[in-house]
């Protein structure tokens, strides 16, 4: 079984702070990805990695940055925290291109 | 601009009964289909998949349809039961390009099973 873990599933920061996510998956992996879920708006990508070092933009990378130095760990970085990232963060793994794509059980992240 | 809809937030089945989750898509670029799962407190679990190259898969209770001329698919799970009840989204990507990379999620049915 593939298995994604995301490094905490609760976290609470001020604004202003820089703030790390990070991910890691056991299944080696080539594509890695960051989404962010929220009521009424479903999951949209923020980032997605297709490898090591290797990123692209998704559908909302305003205020995010990646880092992917390995291929099992992905980071997500909030480089300046604002309210309106309070969230749950969800992180995926998928073999390759249409690949069904595996989560983690997600970050809730609350900035105050 | 929502390239794939759920329109119904939520849905109520009876156990024992046949629940019908639908999917809209207005992309005709996308061929490959997905359905997730997802608990409160847990990520999405990969359900089921279709290509544009078929019309039905089946996985025990649950099948998909895809109705390519329509842009529409569909889930059905027979026969429902309890532990089915969750939020179910559907996802969709193209085939080619680096776009074939990303998925683009509904924003989910909540399907409950009334025991």
């Known amino acids: 079984d593939v298995k994604v873990t995301q490094s905490s599933r609760y976290l609470v920061k001020r604004t202003g702070e820089k703030v790390f996510l990070e991910c890691v998956q056991d299944m080696d992996h080539e594509n890695m990805f960051w989404y962010r879920q929220d009521p009424g708006l479903g999951l949209r990508l923020i980032y997605f990695?297709?490898?090591?070092?290797?990123?692209e933009k998704g559908d909302i990378p305003e205020g995010y940055s990646v880092s992917r130095e390995k291929k099992e760990r992905f980071s997500l970085i909030l480089e300046s925290a604002s309210t309106n990232q309070t969230s749950m963060y969800l992180c995926?793994?998928?073999?390759?291109?249409?690949?069904?794509?595996?989560f983690g059980d997600g970050t809730r992240l609350s900035i105050l | 601009d929502q390239q794939v809809k759920q329109n119904s937030p939520s849905l109520s089945v009876q156990e024992g009964r046949i629940s019908i989750l639908n999917c809209d898509y207005t992309?005709?670029?996308?061929?490959?289909f997905l359905w997730y799962k997802k608990y409160p407190a847990e990520g999405p679990t990969f359900l089921i998949s279709?290509?544009?190259?078929?019309d039905k898969n089946e996985d025990g209770r649950f099948t998909v349809f895809l109705n390519k001329s329509a842009k529409h698919l569909s889930l059905h799970i027979v026969p429902s039961q309890p532990g089915d009840s969750a939020v179910y989204f559907c996802?969709?990507?193209?085939?080619?390009?680096?776009?074939?990379?990303?998925?683009?999620f509904g924003k989910g049915t909540k399907l409950s099973v009334i025991p």
């Open positions: 995926a793994s998928a073999a390759g291109i249409v690949q069904p794509q595996h």
């Open positions: 990695s297709y490898d090591v070092k290797m990123k």
């Open positions: 279709i290509s544009s190259i078929k």
């Open positions: 996802a969709a990507s193209p085939r080619g390009g680096a776009g074939s990379y990303q998925l683009t």
């Open positions: 992309n005709s670029m996308f061929d490959y």
